[in-house]
């Protein structure tokens, strides 16, 4: 944000060789002025999602206010858009400087061939550049991470490093952020899938996709689901979505946490789900009495909500909880 940014920016000196910012907005014209402080040589635009909708208005203002990091970027620069995103594409003749693309569509230029998924819902793929290729096996989490790779791939490319480079070390990388995809196989065989630093409704999709591939057939998903924050009007259809979602993906418990949360439970009745697969309850203290009296082993627990939620707290007591047994 605007006090963030430019502390980080404060912290380079004459030794740093790479700054990586990320520029956060909720109105138009925060990443103006961002960009305004930091020039990018390189503008990465990830996608056009729903976070902050409330703030926005809409999708299309969200669209707007992220082509500011394309408008914004230094003389010279790169634009590195999304050609998957039908929005970020289009910002493409926005960029004064070059547009590289990435994605898995026809005509992106970093592209993703033969694209699998393991059992613990990790991605491979062969990474293809230009007549190139090398194969790339991901340690994260949940296929959503294979535009993210694209990405990377293709900023490390700009910055001179070689196809089977980028490859190896995008194989070699692992999640560092806390709350974020973070995974944890607990001694008493239930895996804690941690997701719960912050919630839109397209992270919240690919969290309970990641769910539902690490689960598999073999062994019981169970979703702990808080409020997304800032959704404004369209709240309510949201988290409705997500419920529904819950019950295609054939998650065999959902708990939704908190009042703001509850139409996800609408969402999934409304959708066909009976008995007890899907219960709403006041605050974490009583979603974790709930877990402590239904979890196995083999059991998968995703954790998301928004972080003003504070569910994050249960996520930390559920690793815990299996450090200590």
Known sequence: NEIGL??????????TRFLVLEMGADHEGNITYLTGIAPPDVAVVLAVGTAHLGEFGGVEAIARAKSELV??????????????????????????GDVVTFGTVSGAQVAADDVRIDRAGRVSFELRVAGASAPVSLQLVGEHHLSNALACAAVG???????????????????????????????????VIDDSYNANPDSMRA??????VVAGRERRSVAVLGEM??????????????????????????IVVG????????????????????????????????????LEEGDVVLVKASNGTGLWRLADRLVGAGTAA
Do not use: C
């Open 229 to 254: 924050l800032e959704l404004g009007e369209e709240s309510r259809e949201r988290h409705d979505e997500v419920g529904r979602l819950a019950v295609r993906l054939n998650i065999n418990l959902t």
């Open 71 to 96: 408008t914004g970027a230094a003389e010279g620069g790169v634009a590195v858009l999304n050609a998957d995103d039908h929005r970020v594409a289009a910002m493409a003749p926005l960029a004064a």
């Open 6 to 15: 430019p502390l980080t920016v404060l912290q380079v000196t004459e030794t």
């Open 157 to 191: 490319l700009q910055l001179g490093l070689d196809v089977a480079t980028v490859a190896e070390r995008l194989s070699a990388a692992t999640a560092l952020s806390p709350h974020r995809m973070h995974v944890v196989d607990r001694p008493d065989g239930v895996t």
């Open 259 to 294: 009042p703001g949360a509850w139409p996800i439970f609408d969402g999934a009745q409304m959708e066909g789900s009976w008995g007890d697969e899907v219960v709403q309850v006041d605050d974490l203290e009583a979603a974790e009495k709930l877990l402590a009296g239904y």
């Open 207 to 212: 969290a309970l996709k990641a769910l539902a």
